[in-house]
């Protein structure tokens, strides 16, 4: 199974952008790559997923290095609420599973 | 709220206890998931449903049980657990089984002495 590597914690100020790393250089072609955030006494919580291209929504993008061996999660303006652990995932394309690694404790300061 | 409850939020058992983890979907999906949190340690998936038929169990001890008698109920039910068992313990629901996205419940915090 491939396998994601994380920062164990960054911290941000309010109202900044905040770039949360991911390397995965191991991932197959057809892996996706996904994250996922944890607030605290909560499941984790769908953020954003992309293949190979760049990805945008609501709550965030995903830039994806051309060779996808990383990516980054940006969070454009970070806010007290945005504090927890994000999970970058891969998804194994042939069992569906998710590969979970131990995360960024993301901490946002007022 | 994301569509998925789970009960108890918290439950302390002893060793020689039988208990049950119960999740509910409301979100009309057709598979389910137990995933188990332990302090310090990755979400590690622990059985998966499509369809209420168990198509993956990931070497668990038979001290866990799952149940999935409908496409919006999954139950875990533990018996003889060991105090290492403590960790959250997480459902979570998706589409179908090959679908990205897995709606997580809030989790079960379970402590066994």
């Known amino acids: 199974d491939a396998k994601t590597t994380q920062p164990n914690s960054m911290e941000s100020n309010e109202e900044e952008p905040v770039h949360l790393p991911c390397n995965h250089s191991t991932i197959s072609g057809t892996d996706y790559i996904h994250w996922y955030r944890q607030l605290p006494s909560q499941g984790p919580e769908y953020v954003i997923h992309?293949?190979?291209s760049n990805v945008n929504n609501r709550m965030a993008s995903l830039a994806i290095a051309e060779d996808r061996k990383s990516s980054t999660l940006i969070l454009h303006r970070a806010t007290l609420r945005d504090a927890a652990v994000y999970y970058c995932i891969l998804r194994d394309s042939g069992t569906y599973k998710y590969i979970f690694g131990t995360g960024t404790r993301l901490k946002v300061l007022a | 709220e994301t569509g998925v409850t789970q009960t108890p939020r918290h439950l302390v058992m002893g060793m020689t206890n039988k208990k049950s983890l119960k999740c509910e979907q409301h979100?009309?999906?057709?598979?389910m998931y137990w995933y188990k949190q332990s302090a310090k340690k990755p979400l590690e998936l622990m059985f998966v449903y499509s369809l209420e038929e168990r198509v993956e169990n990931n070497s668990v001890p038979s001290r866990f049980s799952p149940e999935c008698p409908n496409s919006s109920h999954l139950f875990l039910h533990l018996h003889t657990l060991q105090p290492e068992d403590s960790a959250l313990y997480l459902c979570?629901?998706?589409?179908?089984?090959?679908?990205?996205?897995?709606?997580f419940g809030p989790g079960t915090r379970l402590l066994v002495l």
């Open positions: 979570a629901s998706s589409p179908s089984r090959g679908e990205e996205t897995q709606y």
């Open positions: 979100l009309g999906h057709n598979a």
């Open positions: 992309g293949l190979t």
